[in-house]
């Protein structure tokens, strides 16, 4: 998956649990990873030390693609104190082709993207840790 | 349940929803609400034997506010002092456990109260803990998600699916703001078009500032009791007939596609609610909901079935849920234009059916108003919950 390198600091830096810190290295070595229930075959994400549905604790973890459509967005203009370097931003709601779905910030100009056109995960490498986002395919 | 203890609502009294006094500490604009909703029901402090309050604001300097305001009002509890909070279904649930220190026998008299005074605090200062509420705070907060992004994303998906336009949600904010006009509770009160609405910059895509809530201070207190205390005090009182929860298992978004239009937890509590009240829908006059948003209106009355798919802005427009039309829909003015102080919504929600039921709403009364459904939800945040009331005497 694509690394771009963002020459500014996070707005807010995500926290890793020793669990969840796989999915932080993966990002750092160009992947985009989460877990599948090894008992109900439950693909989830966030990653998840516990299946949500049959809560075994049997998780494996699995790359994706990073391809799959827009499902809903939004541009955001009054954000909170955090973000104010940021406005306006867009960020969405993207179904993978795998089957799950997650929130991202969505890098979408000039080129906008509309609901159910295809996106790209790219990994996002700011000065002080990694975050992801969506772009056209 | 013992017949003798079945909880009623037998006063209450609430400051006008907006921006509370600043020269006067919480606790002293709070003591005067809870003595004159007590005064009303013709109690004394000493019959009230709990006092559960919606958990105050990051805003409140005062913390332990509950058992500190116990101390203020001298209270004397054997019931309990409480704090309570979930979002948006706060006021419910001190609501509930109120209504449950009753009915289990554990105090003749408990309050439902809080207050919010958080008007002095800037917007993007309170949203720094919201968007820590506002989803996961690890992998999805660091997107930068407001509370009030998550319903845009909710608006976006609904008009592009039903072809609805931010004029028709606009019109939802308009119908509200005909209400607010008439409750002198109602922090907005001028006059609306559609056009202004149309015409405010935007907030979070596809939603402007008037599909949004504004800052709102309150102050509120329900004065719940048994039906046998409220017979002997020859007073009207709202009852509850039917009840209902549900929470659908996600936070915002699950780990895979689903209708975020849905909102199936508050079609799930509603149904609940009104099958517990023995009563179907259609015998509903008068609904008061939890909408933060004029697409949360619009995505709540379908979910619950007093509008068709993808006619819920539309009825608005219509006219259907107006006083005066088919079902008639947050006649308070709603989270819009009566105001949003978000713990205590629930609970100005439930005084609003007091006042419809009891028929002592004045100009903006639902006429032969008999059967009154509440719903405070948190959309997909998640988590519903539902009362069917009506008035006794
Ligand atoms: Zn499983």
């Known amino acids: ?137 | 349940m013992n017949n003798d203890r079945k909880p009623v609502v037998i006063s209450y009294a609430a400051s006008k929803v907006g921006k509370l006094d600043q020269t006067r500490f919480e606790h002293e604009i709070l003591a005067d609400v809870v003595i004159d909703a007590v005064g009303t029901a013709g109690l004394d402090k000493t019959d009230i034997g709990s006092a559960v309050f919606t958990a105050p604001t990051p805003a409140t300097r005062q913390r332990a506010f509950a058992t500190f305001m116990a101390s203020r009002l001298g209270l004397h509890c054997q019931g309990q002092i409480a704090e309570v909070s979930n979002l948006g279904i706060t006021g419910g649930l001190a609501f509930e456990q109120a209504c449950a220190d009753v009915a289990g026998g554990r105090a003749r008299v408990a309050l439902a109260l809080g207050i919010e005074y958080s008007s002095a605090v800037d917007a993007a200062t309170m949203m720094e803990q919201g968007i820590r509420a506002a989803g996961d705070v690890n992998f999805q907060t660091p997107f930068g998600l407001t509370p009030i992004a998550w319903y845009a994303l909710d608006a976006d998906r609904y008009l592009y699916e039903t072809g609805t336009t931010r004029r028709d949600l606009a019109a939802i904010a308009v119908k509200n703001r005909q209400h607010a006009m008439l409750n002198p509770l109602a922090q907005f009160q001028t006059p609306l078009t559609v056009a202004d609405v149309l015409e405010q910059p935007t907030i979070v895509e596809p939603l402007g500032r008037y599909d949004v809530p504004a800052r709102s201070d309150g102050a509120i207190c329900l004065v719940v009791t048994s039906e046998v205390v409220a017979r002997g005090l020859g007073k009207p009182f709202l009852r509850v007939l039917g009840r209902g929860f549900s929470h659908d298992g996600r936070h915002q978004v699950g780990s895979s596609p689903h209708d975020i239009t849905d909102f199936p937890a508050a079609r799930q509590a509603t149904a609940t609610a009104l099958e517990d009240a023995a009563v179907s829908l259609e015998q509903v006059d008068v609904a008061e909901l939890y909408a933060p948003c004029t697409i949360t209106e619009a995505l709540v009355v379908e979910a619950i079935g007093l509008a068709e798919k993808g006619r819920g802005a539309l009825a608005a427009g219509a006219g259907e849920t107006a006083i005066g039309g088919r079902i008639p829909v947050c006649t308070s003015g709603g989270c819009l234009s009566r105001g949003h102080p978000p713990g205590l919504t629930a609970l100005y929600g439930i005084a609003e059916l007091f006042d419809q039921l009891l028929h002592r709403a004045g100009k903006r009364q639902v006429a032969g108003a008999g059967l009154g459904l509440h719903l405070c939800e948190l959309g997909n945040y998640n988590a519903a919950l539902a009362h069917v009331m009506d008035a006794g005497n």
Not at chain 1, 46 to 54: E, I
Not at chain 1, 75 to 81: L, P, R, V, Y
Request: aromatic share 8%.
């Open chain 1, 1 to 137: 998956m694509e690394i771009i390198k963002v020459p500014k600091r996070l707005s807010i830096v995500p926290e890793y649990s020793a669990f969840s810190d796989t999915f932080r290295q993966g990002l750092a070595a160009g992947k985009f990873m989460t877990t599948t229930c090894s008992s109900c075959g439950n693909m989830t994400f966030p990653p998840k030390q516990h299946c949500s549905d049959c809560w075994s604790a049997e998780m494996e973890w699995t790359e994706l693609s990073g391809n799959g459509i827009l499902y809903a967005r939004t541009t955001i203009h009054a954000a909170a104190t955090q973000f104010h370097g940021e406005v306006p931003f867009s960020v969405g709601i993207v179904d993978l082709e795998e089957g799950v779905r997650l929130v991202t910030g969505l890098l979408d100009d000039p080129v906008r993207i509309n609901n159910d056109a295809a996106i790209r995960l790219v990994i996002l490498s700011y000065e002080d840790g990694l975050l992801f986002a969506a772009r056209p395919a």
